[in-house]
């Protein structure tokens, strides 16, 4: 695999997760807000939610191998978010333990403020 066809796959990856997370959400619930508050045609709605479910579910019929990455990405971070920040009655050694290992990724990554 060559470095141009794993930037491609990355950029696939990139635009349906993107446009799951913050292209359609938002925009469908202003479209459902415009219907009921400003009584806009239904038909707009409909069209753009089509256009929508196309954009988001061509790249699984495109490119499976891809997409099925991406969702185990995803689902890969469900384990971490239930440990470090939905579980409210940690063990002080994990607590000190995330605590030293976000240090030390921040230090290797060097994040801009």
């Known amino acids: 695999m060559t470095l141009t066809s794993q930037y491609s796959e990355l950029r696939i990856l990139h635009f349906i997760f993107k446009e799951l997370r913050c292209g359609i959400r938002p925009n469908i619930v202003m479209q459902l807000f415009l219907i009921f508050s400003k009584q806009v045609n239904i038909i707009f709605p409909i069209i753009f939610f089509i256009i929508c479910l196309f954009l988001v579910t061509l790249?699984?019929?495109?490119?499976?191998?891809?997409?099925?990455?991406?969702?185990?990405?995803?689902?890969?971070?469900?384990?971490?978010?239930?440990?470090?920040?939905?579980?409210?009655?940690?063990?002080?050694?994990?607590?000190?333990?995330?605590?030293?290992?976000?240090?030390?990724?921040?230090?290797?990554v060097q994040p801009a403020y």
């Open 59 to 108: 790249p699984f019929y495109v490119s499976p191998w891809e997409v099925g990455i991406g969702l185990g990405l995803i689902i890969s971070g469900i384990p971490v978010y239930l440990i470090f920040i939905y579980w409210k009655d940690k063990p002080l050694w994990l607590i000190r333990t995330s605590g030293k290992l976000s240090n030390i990724l921040a230090y290797l």
